[in-house]
Structures are given as structure tokens and as C-alpha cells.
């Protein structure tokens, strides 16, 4: 077996930190293809290339994509059905 | 600019190469890859071009290595950018595998085993232009560069030279492929620094 060039998805947590205001270090996301829900740093991540390419660890297929460009970002995310963040408990609105 | 690569055309490449804008020189030959590399024995290899009308041609590996070879020398250019001068291939011309396919189509989208794809103009693969190649540098292309077989298109960036390339879609209207979906440029021309969707 050669080692595949992939690294974990925490090498994420830098470049999604640009776009998200959330902490994606915890987040979980759901495979559109094969339905796994897997921990984003779970993933496996291709970075190799162009863009950042992230692979759910059940079925290989595509998660989430990220290109970035020095003015412009794009984020893919028709591979994933939902990504889930814990959030501080929800306070009650005085209206 | 101090490396000095001879050219294999001949060209006098003294000092800083003609490079297109925001490119650097590299004398290595970096491995980019979207997933996994896929294996694919020769005994099952195909290529497929498909029309627009649903017509199928099909070439097993024997089928492809008995058509007319070329040897292109060429220069490649990455969209991440380094650029390579004066890289050898040998393969088959799309001239050759277009040559009797009945078509009117004005796109084409390259597709790969493990899933890859890549559009691009069909006029950009005609006209001694784009090459289906299996050998690089006197070699089998090694399978982490796309062997048994790849796409090459060098007067785009390298992202539409698709590594396994399974096959080629001739259609009539545009369909981006996997980076042209996630913000990089239709067509990227190199020369005009066309790397992201609206440059
Ligand atoms: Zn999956």
C-alpha cells in the first residue's frame, strides 16, 4: 500500500476560519452520497491541488470544496447534506 | 530569474524564459491530485467519445496504440503556478480520434475514472493542439501524473489536461467540469491569466 496524500480535515480549521464565524473544529458533516455523518476533521482533505478537496472517510466522494482566490472564495458544499455545530445554549429572547 | 534551461526545441532560453504573467519556473514536475489516484490495468482501459446525437466510438489500449503516434515537446503551465518548459510525451492526436466523428458540437468535457472532469471549447482539441498521451520522458506516464493515459492540452492551464481520462463528451452547450464548478475560469488561458471565473 502506498500512503495516499491526504491530510486529516483540521488543516481546515485555518482556511473555512476565513469564511465561517464558527469553529468548524468541532463540527460534523453529512455525506450526501453515502449518508455517514462524519466529523469534519475527520475528512480527508487533498490539498495538493488547485483547491482544498475534502473526502468523506466512508466513500471517498467529495464533501466540500474550497478555492480561494486572493480577492474571492468559493465553497462547494452539494457533497454534504448538513454540516452540525455545537452552539452556547440558546437564551430566551425578551421581546 | 537565474536558472537557465536549454530548450528542447532549440530555442535559446538564456536567463528569464518567456513565462505567461504570474508564472515561476520549475525543473521539477509537482503531483497535484483531487482524491485518490485511481488504478487502472490496461487490460480494461477505454476511451470513449460520445456525440451529442448519443453516437459511441470506443478504443481499447491496443486499439489506441496501433493509431498514428506524435511526440510533442511542449510547455505546461499550472494554474497553481509554476510552469515546466520542454516536456516530452508521446500519444495519440485528438485530430486523430475526432477524425469521421460525426458532430456539430462546440463543447467538450474530458471525464476521468475516479471521477475527475474538465470542459472546454471542442475547437481547443482540434488543429494539433491536444494529445491523448501515455508516455512521459521516454516512459510509462507514472499513474500519480494520470497514466495509463491523460489529456494534454498545453496552451490551457494544466487543470484541463485531466489525469485518466476516461473519455470526452462532445456537446452542445457548455457543462463545467470539477474546478470550472468551484470558481475557476471556463477556459483558462495561461497567457491572458484566466485562473478564476471572471478574469
Ligand atoms: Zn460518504
Known amino acids: 500500500m502506498t500512503a495516499l496524500p491526504y491530510v486529516d480535515g483540521n488543516m481546515l480549521d485555518g482556511p473555512l476560519g476565513e469564511v465561517f464565524a464558527v469553529d468548524l473544529s468541532t463540527a460534523t458533516g453529512r455525506c450526501a452520497h453515502c449518508g455517514t455523518a462524519s466529523p469534519v476533521a475527520g475528512l480527508r482533505v487533498y490539498s495538493h491541488a488547485p483547491g482544498l478537496v475534502a473526502r468523506c472517510p466512508t466513500c471517498v466522494e467529495v464533501m466540500l470544496r474550497l478555492v480561494r482566490a486572493p480577492d474571492r472564495a468559493w465553497l462547494d458544499l452539494r457533497g454534504a447534506t448538513f454540516l452540525r455545530f455545537p452552539m452556547p445554549p440558546e437564551r430566551t429572547l425578551i421581546r | ?199
Open chain 2, 1 to 199: 530569474m537565474g536558472i537557465v534551461t536549454p530548450g528542447f526545441e532549440g530555442r535559446p532560453r538564456a536567463g528569464a524564459p518567456n513565462l505567461p504573467p504570474g508564472q515561476y519556473l520549475t525543473p521539477d514536475f509537482p503531483v497535484l491530485s483531487a482524491g485518490p489516484t485511481p488504478k487502472v490495468p490496461r487490460e480494461t482501459w477505454e476511451f470513449v467519445i460520445s456525440t451529442e446525437t448519443g453516437m459511441e466510438y470506443r478504443w481499447s489500449w491496443d486499439e489506441m496504440m496501433a493509431l498514428p503516434q506524435e511526440a510533442p515537446t511542449v510547455d505546461i503551465h499550472c494554474v497553481t503556478r509554476w510552469s515546466k518548459l520542454g516536456t516530452t510525451w508521446q500519444g495519440v492526436s485528438l485530430d486523430t480520434l475526432l477524425d469521421g466523428i460525426d458532430t456539430v458540437a462546440d463543447y467538450a468535457l474530458a471525464h476521468s475514472y475516479g471521477g475527475y472532469s474538465s470542459n472546454l471549447p471542442l475547437g481547443d482539441l482540434r488543429d494539433g493542439r491536444a494529445w491523448l498521451v501515455h508516455t512521459y520522458d521516454g516512459g510509462d506516464l507514472p499513474a500519480e501524473h494520470g497514466g495509463p493515459a491523460r489529456l494534454l492540452v498545453p496552451h490551457l492551464y494544466f487543470w484541463k489536461s485531466a489525469k485518466w481520462v476516461r473519455g470526452i463528451r462532445l456537446m452542445s452547450e457548455d457543462s463545467p467540469g470539477f474546478w470550472e464548478t468551484a470558481g475557476y475560469h471556463d477556459y483558462g488561458d495561461p497567457w491572458r491569466e484566466q485562473r478564476y471565473q471572471g478574469d
